[in-house]
């Protein structure tokens, strides 16, 4: 396969050293997975955007690291909420939540709390917004629940979100679901810790009401993740941006993609366990560098 100038091989079915080792924006140098190294040179945004101008039906994978320059923290990095707080992560399982009044009090808590904080989509979500234009991107698939991609413009009929989102509130018991905000309100009056109030069979359910966030324990969408599957498994280039691909089953559409020729470009400030499969690889500021991955310009906001 031939992208621009740069003669790319059939990958199929083989293990491949990236064409570009990386990109660091500081001109530091530093250790990436295993032996290898960054190189200080813009190769690797070139051939990131050869592989895109060169790729006809694209799927992109997000992770936390995406929104972290709207404000949110991440969970496994360096400054990451679960990195400072491993204590925060066993919590984040549903059976600490069904388990524990003060468990969900607190998560609702939180949520009230984030309510008012007006969180905007950066340069990032606007970037891949502009690259739907070119007809390529087929899938964004995100682990993020923020849903700042659907904010930012993205098409909703092409945004996965496999691990759910905070828009919605779902009975654990009944499944009737309930606007999140609406939820808030009965927090913010002092019900700390709200059940569901949906008839069932002429009584009150009372079920446990939780945002529909996958927790550490529940099954994603079977629909949506099938969806992404499928999307991994045709597409002819998978570009992983801002997430460790360390949690499954969504780091498994990785190596679905890449056993089946696609090629794989992964943006991350850190190492991930498939960087080793990767044909590029950049390291650097990721609403920095995507606009020049993807080839699109956006105007100053």
């Not at 707080?85 to 003060?102: C, H, K, M, V």
Request: charged residues 25%.
């Amino acid at each position: 396969m031939t992208c621009g100038s740069t003669q790319i091989s059939d990958n199929r079915n083989r293990r491949r050293p990236p064409s570009a080792i990386g990109c660091d924006l500081d001109g530091v140098r530093r250790p990436s997975h295993g032996l290898r190294f960054l190189a200080v040179t813009s190769t690797a945004l070139n051939d990131a955007r050869r592989l895109v101008e060169g790729s006809t039906d694209v799927v992109v994978i997000t992770g936390a690291g995406v929104s972290t320059a709207s404000g949110i923290p991440d969970f496994r990095g360096p400054e990451g909420v679960w990195t400072k707080n491993p204590g925060a992560e066993r919590l984040s399982n549903i059976d600490a939540f069904t388990s524990s009044s003060e468990v969900r009090e607190a998560a609702w808590h939180r949520l009230l709390l984030r309510r008012d904080i007006e969180v905007k989509p950066n340069r990032a979500h606007r970037a891949l917004v502009a690259f739907e234009s070119t007809g390529k991107l087929k899938a964004l698939v995100t682990q993020n629940i923020d849903g700042l991609h659907v904010a930012a413009g993205s098409d909703p009929n092409l945004v996965i979100e496999v691990h759910g989102n905070t828009r919605t509130t779902r009975c654990l018991r009944c499944g009737d679901e309930t606007p999140t905000e609406t939820i808030l309100d009965r927090v913010a009056s002092g019900e700390l810790d709200p059940h569901c109030h949906a008839i069932v069979e002429s009584l009150e359910c009372d079920g446990l009401l939780k945002t529909a966030v996958v927790s550490f324990g529940q099954p994603l969408p079977a629909a949506d993740f099938a969806r992404a599957e499928y999307r991994a498994k045709t597409c002819d280039l998978l570009l992983c941006i801002g997430s460790t691909l360390t949690v499954h089953p969504v780091a498994g559409l990785v190596p679905n993609a890449v056993g089946r020729g696609a090629r794989l470009v992964i943006i991350n400030a850190e190492p991930t366990p498939y960087d080793d499969d990767a044909d590029v690889i950049v390291r650097g500021d990721i609403p920095t560098v995507l606009e020049d991955v993807l080839g699109v310009s956006l105007t100053d906001e």
